[in-house]
């Protein structure tokens, strides 16, 4: 019995030992040789912090809200993106825009405004009808709020906030990014509209070559033939379909955060956004310059819907010929004489 | 004119039906992401 006991003792005394050693290894680890605590002993080490570096990952910890990606408590990845749109965008979009104006304003200096040569004739032909015309202007119009509000987005703070305050431009912003939001719908529906109805007239053709040999009329005072629309046309035309497209998908995948993809894919969609988008802008400052006090005559095409009959044959010989083919040489004297748009 | 006008109030109808549906879709953010407790 005494044996029994002997044995019992050992036992629980070894579990005792075994225990103590168990809680008491976490506590020694907290502390330094010399003894005293180390309060860093357990936290993130650097080697795995250079691991995930290089892998490109993050690092997590815990949380209780239902939302697990607040768990994230460092993404490197994230401080290149942060970067980008801080510093780089804001160099790609300032060169782009500003160059463009300066481009434009130092064209217009030099050139000058691309005359109508032969003068107005009083004939008027039928350039754009109405609904090409609207949605000509429901996507313009709504590619400027997109433009002011988007460019609010990337040079706002910088630029805009020291000179409204905090206040105002908080609302301003909030107003911007909801007007940003919602006009991207009518926008996209106008780029899709105006690839279907200028399509047939926007492949790129042999008289394209020879209009750009020729400096398009722009550069120079010599007139190139061209169909309906001329390669500088074109060159807008597609444009406007693949860069309107891209920024409208770019920006569904941020206006929907975590549908399609994660946070390295959304960083993605909002550096294609943006690129595309501050390019875009450029590219419309100079179609904006050539359709209004760029060129004479030109604004009235979608002004109005006509042209004059001196207009189409300088700058659009080609069409012209083919209206003229199947209408009949009579029937553009039948619309009324506009007032040139100077 | 009567192009543009047109097309102004036919982005509006589009802006505010899109706005609409948005709105049946998802949540604002403090919604979104985060509970109706409170942490203290």
């Known amino acids: ?342 | 004119m009567k192009s543009f006008l047109l097309a102004c109030m036919a982005a509006v109808i589009i802006a505010t039906a899109a706005g609409f549906a948005l709105s049946t879709v998802q949540k604002p953010a403090d919604a979104a992401y985060s509970t109706t407790g409170v942490r203290l």
């Open chain 1, 1 to 342: 019995m005494a044996r029994l006991f002997a044995q019992a003792r050992f036992i629980i005394g070894a579990l005792v030992f075994v225990l103590a050693l168990a809680v008491a290894l976490p506590a020694s680890a907290q502390r330094n040789s010399d003894g005293s605590v180390n309060p860093t002993a357990s936290s993130v080490k650097e080697q795995q912090l250079l691991g995930t570096l290089q892998r490109g990952g993050s690092i997590n910890g815990r949380v209780s809200i239902p939302d697990q990606k607040s768990a994230n408590l460092i993404h490197p990845g994230g401080r290149d993106w942060r970067h980008f749109h801080e510093v780089t965008l804001r160099w790609i979009g300032g060169i782009a825009v500003l160059g463009m104006l300066i481009v434009l304003v130092a064209f217009y200096l030099i050139r000058g405004q691309v005359k109508l040569e032969s003068g107005y004739s009083g004939r008027r032909i039928v350039r754009f009808n109405a609904f090409e015309r609207a949605v000509h202007w429901m996507t313009a119009t709504c590619f400027i709020i997109l433009a002011i509000t988007g460019l609010n987005i990337t040079f706002g703070k910088p630029l805009l906030l020291p000179l409204i305050g905090e206040g105002a431009f908080a609302d301003w912003a909030q107003w911007a990014k909801y007007a940003h939001n919602y006009l991207s719908f009518p926008f996209a529906v106008g780029v899709f509209c105006i690839f279907l109805i200028w399509i047939a007239g926007n492949i790129p053709n042999k008289v394209d070559v020879e209009w750009v040999k020729r400096g398009g009329g722009i550069v120079g005072h010599d007139h190139p033939p061209a169909y309906r629309f001329n390669a500088g046309q074109k060159m807008i035309y597609w444009v406007v379909v693949i860069g309107g497209t891209l920024v409208a998908a770019s920006g569904y995948l941020l206006m929907f955060p975590f549908y399609v993809t994660d946070i390295q894919g959304m960083q993605l969609a909002q550096t294609v956004h943006a690129i595309i988008a501050v390019l875009f802008v450029a590219a419309m400052l100079a179609h904006i310059y050539i359709g209004t006090i760029g060129m004479e005559g030109a604004f009235e095409a979608m002004g109005e819907g006509t042209v004059d009959h001196n207009f189409a044959r300088e700058h659009h010989a080609l069409w012209l010929e083919q209206e003229m083919a199947r209408t009949g040489p009579n029937e553009s004297q039948r619309q009324p004489m506009a007032t040139p748009a100077e």
